[in-house]
């Protein structure tokens, strides 16, 4: 809902610009550079970054996995319409889009980071003021930008509707554990390709507000927690067994923690380490 409200005010004050990009920056240049950077962050804590811890349960049960296709991992129409999430995008001025993919990473964040401008509209301008234009630098389209934040919170609030009526069981939570778990070698194939890989030669829109390692890691967090509540269910039964899954889940998450560490403190790797450590995963 804040991101709604800061894409419903930046919105505004395009409209009063008639939606003239260059118009608008030269006119509240300050005002939209806090509002972006804002949203930005919003996007990769509070929006984003919250789903990943509940991700691993959200795609790994089947009965709420349409909400992870619907936010975070669903493919267009046009890619994929066997698997793709039947949904209109109806944006203020009316136009609607059908099967566009998924909220978060299709969609919204393209449009904030401005890595797609030829798809999304808005404009590419060097809005930090380094004398370059690179990626993130640029204006977002306002009118895409406020009917993509009012899909987000329409689908945060119907998959919280669906969560408040689920009814955990054992096999619940054994299956989340069993389907996510193997996935992460999917997240290491988009990290190889990203920017935090490839740097400037990434030419990919997506996964580019955090590297994909952070991903894991929350999906992971959110699995150990599953873990914790039903572990003991094991354990009365074998208690060997069930110290070996302990183990090894501590050892797989501190195993992507040190990679991430080591990112964080300037290690580039090659696309063929990435590809590596999602084998080794």
Do not use: C
């Given at each position: ?84 999430r039947q949904w209109t995008l109806t944006l203020p001025d ?90 992460a070698d999917g997240y290491f194939a988009d990290w190889a ?89």
């Open positions: 809902t804040d991101l709604q409200a800061l894409a419903g005010s930046y919105y505004d004050l395009a409209k009063g610009a008639a939606f003239d990009y260059q118009a608008l920056w030269d006119a509240h240049a300050a005002t939209i550079a806090a509002e972006v950077a804002r949203a930005r962050e919003l996007f990769t804590t509070s929006a984003h970054g919250s789903y990943e811890m509940v991700e691993g349960l959200v795609a790994g049960l089947p009965s709420l996995v349409e909400y992870d296709v619907w936010l975070d991992a669903g493919p267009t129409g046009a890619e994929d319409p066997t698997n793709a009316g136009t609607s889009l059908e099967n566009p993919g998924n909220i978060f990473h299709t969609l919204l964040e393209p449009v904030l980071w401005n890595t797609d401008t030829k798809q999304f509209g808005g404009l590419r301008i060097d809005t930090d003021g380094d004398g370059t234009v690179a990626i993130p630098d640029g204006l977002p389209d306002a009118n895409l930008l406020a009917g993509l934040t009012r899909a987000l919170v329409d689908a945060s609030e119907q998959l919280r509707t669906a969560v408040d009526a689920w009814q955990p069981t054992l096999a619940d939570a054994f299956t989340a554990l069993v389907v996510m778990l193997p996935t390709a990203s920017p935090f890989v490839l740097g400037d030669a990434s030419t990919q829109t997506d996964f580019v507000a955090n590297s994909r390692l952070l991903d894991v890691l929350g999906i992971y967090g959110g699995l150990q927690l599953t873990w914790r509540m039903v572990g003991g269910e094991v354990a009365a039964v074998n208690a060997g067994l069930a110290n070996q899954i302990q183990i090894e889940m501590d050892s797989l998450v501190g195993f992507v923690q040190d990679l991430y560490d080591h990112e964080q403190a300037g290690t580039r790797y090659t696309p063929e380490q990435a590809d590596q450590f999602g084998t080794e995963v």
